[in-house]
């Protein structure tokens, strides 16, 4: 299964586009369920093509979306040809994952155990059930970004290919090129904890604040309507505490204990953390931050002055989601070991002793 994934992924990929081409030529034509439509604000979402005119968008879908079926099979089954097709792709994959969406694939992560628990009890407060949280405006911004995704897969694979590289870890014969071996990976990846601990510093800072009565980059009213409404703060306040227990987590991307459990889990205690733990959840949290932190830049115009602190700190969120993909590529590169599918590199080093 692990050796086909660039074929599995080329197939859903050109499902997906196919799908969302069907549903352009759909919307094209009159059909209901046009996702980008203006609705009541309840409902409406930061999306970038929010209250897009059907005209336009739905045409261009359904040419995007046909075009890209074919591509992304030709990308799967025939030999690389050039850098068009992975250009395409890559400006699919941005587009669809990063640019469009906005902070839903966040949101919907973040509040994944409360929304497991709301569907077997319910929402509290006047919400009616999940469908008054996973709307379709909502579910097509998670589509959206699961096709970005998926383009971003099927290009990397195609690159891979291209170079003559093996398409499951990237390596080519010879030897590695220096910034890849783990002490290089080390030390830059170091650099990138640090940015991307400090990147969510202000909304941390900002959040607490407003729990305990300070309105630092808000007015005073906006704070009092905050406070006014039910479970507003506290919410901001779970956020920043799940902020900051993230930053602990990732600097054990740098540090021994992310290699092998510490004693305090005693369970666990002295055995080798597999990479896999590490490297999925923050690759997940990464590209889920940078289309809120851009969400937010769009943001700014309605939040001038003093309402700074609404929209500023979440913008920061692009460097916070690009710093931690950056180190926990950086993990990975220091984990990884000899590849089962090509064979080539060496088992992966010892842990970390020290860290200075």
Not at 89 to 110: K, Q
Not at 241 to 254: A, D, F, Q
């Amino acid at each position: 299964m692990r050796k086909n994934w660039p074929i599995w992924t080329g197939c859903a990929t050109a499902l997906w586009s196919f799908a969302y081409g069907v549903l352009g030529v759909f919307w094209a034509a009159g059909g209901a369920g046009y996702p980008f439509a203006t609705v009541e604000d309840d409902r409406s979402t930061a999306s970038l093509l929010e209250g897009a005119p059907v005209g336009v968008v739905a045409p261009a879908m359904a040419v995007l979306g046909f075009t890209g079926a074919v591509v992304a099979v030709l990308m799967t089954v025939r030999r690389p040809r050039g850098w068009l097709p992975q250009a395409f792709g890559a400006v699919l994959a941005v587009g669809l994952a990063l640019a469009i969406p906005d902070y839903t694939p966040l949101a919907i992560l973040a509040l994944s155990p409360a929304l497991l628990v709301f569907a077997f009890t319910g929402i509290p407060g006047q919400q009616g059930g999940l469908e008054d949280v996973l709307y379709w405006h909502r579910v097509n911004v998670l589509l959206l970004f699961l096709g970005g995704l998926l383009w971003a897969a099927t290009a990397i694979a195609y690159h891979r290919r291209a170079r003559e590289a093996c398409v499951s870890c990237g390596r080519r014969h010879g030897p590695p090129t220096a910034w890849t071996t783990p002490e290089s990976a080390l030390r830059w990846g170091r650099r990138a904890v640090w940015v991307a601990v400090l990147s969510n510093v202000p909304y941390e800072f900002t959040r607490v604040a407003w729990y305990f009565g300070w309105p630092l980059g808000i007015s005073d009213e906006f704070r009092r309507m905050m406070a006014d409404t039910p479970g507003m703060l506290e919410m901001g306040l779970a956020m920043a505490v799940l902020g900051i227990g993230g930053s602990v987590l990732t600097h054990g991307l740098v540090r021994r204990w992310g290699e092998v459990y510490p004693r305090w889990i005693w369970w666990r205690a002295g055995r080798r953390v597999p990479p896999s733990r590490a490297i999925v959840p923050a690759a997940i949290v990464a590209v889920v931050l940078i289309p809120a932190g851009l969400m937010n830049l769009r943001l700014i115009d309605d939040n001038p002055g003093s309402a700074w602190g609404l929209v500023m700190p979440g913008v920061l969120w692009v460097g916070w989601g690009t710093a931690l993909g950056v180190a926990a590529y950086a993990y990975y590169l220091r984990r990884r070991s000899t590849c089962t599918r090509c064979g080539r590199g060496e088992p992966a080093e010892p842990v970390l002793e020290t860290i200075s």
